[in-house]
Nanobody
Framework: VPLVESGGGLVQAGGSLRLSCAAS????????MGWFRQAPGKEREFVAA????????YYADSVKGRFTISGDGPRNAVYLQMNLLKPVDTAVYYC??????????????????WGQGTQVTGDS
């Protein structure tokens, strides 16, 4: 597994979690990284992305104002600070790396490497 996520868990509605993702045992250069999530019975959906060259960040409308993505490009590490969590945020969260400057930053097809996922549960 080229990327490893950590930091998931169970949190009450309104609480916070910070997810981390780092490269594991493989050297590569990425143009950016992103976070996706997948709830049971649903497709994997975009959460947030960051592009190293311009320092730009992108968010799904559902998490704007609540989640913040940050990272370290040379280390291929990315973080997701999640505040004001809701039960609808419950999902397995995956980080991903874009090795080819894909324009499809909001789609899984725009990423080449993935982590194994970490469970986030917002308890109502």
């Amino acid at each position: 597994v080229p990327l490893v996520e950590s930091g998931g868990g169970l949190v009450q509605a309104g609480g916070s979690l910070r997810l981390s993702c780092a490269a594991s045992g493989r050297t590569f250069s990425s143009y950016g990284m992103g976070w996706f999530r997948q709830a049971p019975g649903k497709e994997r959906e975009f959460v947030a992305a960051i592009r190293w060259s311009v320092g730009s960040t992108y968010y799904a409308d559902s998490v704007k104002g609540r989640f913040t993505i940050s990272g370290d490009g040379p280390r291929n590490a990315v973080y997701l600070q999640m505040n004001l969590l809701k039960p609808v945020d419950t999902a397995v969260y995956y980080c991903a790396a874009d090795l080819q400057t894909s324009s499809l930053l909001e789609f899984p097809a725009g990423y080449n490497l993935w982590g194994q996922g970490t469970q986030v549960t917002g308890d109502s």
